[in-house]
C-alpha cells in the first residue's frame, strides 16, 4: 500500500535559517506528490506539488524536489520568517485511488 | 469566491448525544471527504465520496454515518457509538480522481464532547 513518513518535529529555528523537512513514501504506479500546510486553527491548504520524477514545485520560497530514485520529496527553504510557523504535511495521491495518504506533520515553529 | 464551508467553527455536545457537522463547496467539486484529526497527530480518513449518491468508508468510520444527496454537500454525523469523538474534523474536496488533483480543505469544526 501507499505510506509517507515524515521527519519528527517540532523544529524550531531562527528567522533566516535554513529549513528542511524530510519526506519519504512508499507506493506503487507514479503518484503525484504534494506539501500542504496547516496554520494554527485552520485547515490545510497547498504549498506546493509535483507531478512527475525530477519535477520540482515551488511557491513562496519553498522548494521540493520529486525524487524517485530516493523516494523522497524533501521541503526547503533558504530563510524562514516567523510568518513560516505551522504544521506541514507531506501527502501522496495515486491515478484513481480516490484518496490521498498523508504524512503524520511536522510542527515548525521560527523565533525572532 | 469559490471554496469550502465549514460550520460551526467549536461545537459543544454532550456525551450520548449525536451531532451533525456541516461540509458545503461551490467548487464544483465531484469528490469529498471527512477527516479526523487529533491534537499533534495527521490526518484520518472517516469517509469519502467521489459522486453523489455514493460514498466509502476510510481507516476509521465506525461510529461515523454520512450522506451525499447533493453534489456541494456532505454532511458527517458523530453517533453516540464513537468511543472518543472530540477532535478537530477537517472536510476536503478534489475536483477528480486523477493524481494530479490537489485536495482543498474547509477551516475545519472544533467538536467537543463532554
Known amino acids: 500500500g501507499n505510506s509517507v513518513t515524515q521527519m519528527e518535529g517540532p523544529v524550531t529555528l531562527s528567522e533566516e535559517a535554513f529549513l528542511t523537512i524530510n519526506c519519504t513514501y512508499t507506493?506503487?504506479?507514479?503518484?503525484?506528490l504534494f506539501w500542504y500546510v496547516q496554520y494554527p486553527g485552520e485547515g490545510l491548504q497547498l504549498l506546493l506539488k509535483a507531478t512527475k520524477a525530477d519535477d520540482k514545485g515551488s511557491n513562496k520560497g519553498f522548494e521540493a524536489t520529486y525524487r524517485k530514485e530516493t523516494t523522497s520529496f524533501h521541503l526547503e527553504k533558504g530563510s524562514v520568517q516567523v510568518s513560516d510557523s505551522a504544521v506541514y504535511f507531506c501527502?501522496?495521491?495515486?491515478?484513481?485511488?480516490?484518496?490521498?495518504?498523508f504524512g503524520d506533520g511536522t510542527t515548525l515553529t521560527v523565533k525572532p | 469566491d469559490g471554496g469550502i464551508t465549514q460550520s460551526p467553527k467549536y461545537l459543544f455536545r454532550k456525551e450520548g448525544q449525536n451531532v451533525t457537522l456541516s461540509c458545503e463547496q461551490n467548487l464544483n467539486h465531484d469528490a469529498m471527504y471527512w477527516y479526523r484529526q487529533d491534537p499533534g497527530q495527521g490526518l484520518r480518513l472517516i469517509y469519502y465520496s467521489q459522486i453523489v449518491n455514493d460514498f466509502q468508508k476510510g481507516d476509521i468510520a465506525e461510529g461515523y454515518s454520512v450522506s451525499r444527496e447533493k453534489k456541494e454537500s456532505f454532511p458527517l454525523t458523530v453517533t453516540s457509538a464513537q468511543k472518543n469523538p472530540t477532535a478537530f474534523y477537517l472536510c476536503a474536496s478534489t475536483s477528480g480522481q486523477g493524481a494530479r488533483d490537489e485536495q482543498y480543505f474547509g477551516p475545519g469544526t472544533r467538536l467537543t464532547v463532554t
Open positions: 501527502a501522496l495521491r495515486n491515478t484513481n485511488a480516490g484518496k490521498s495518504t
Open positions: 507506493a506503487t504506479g507514479y503518484p503525484s
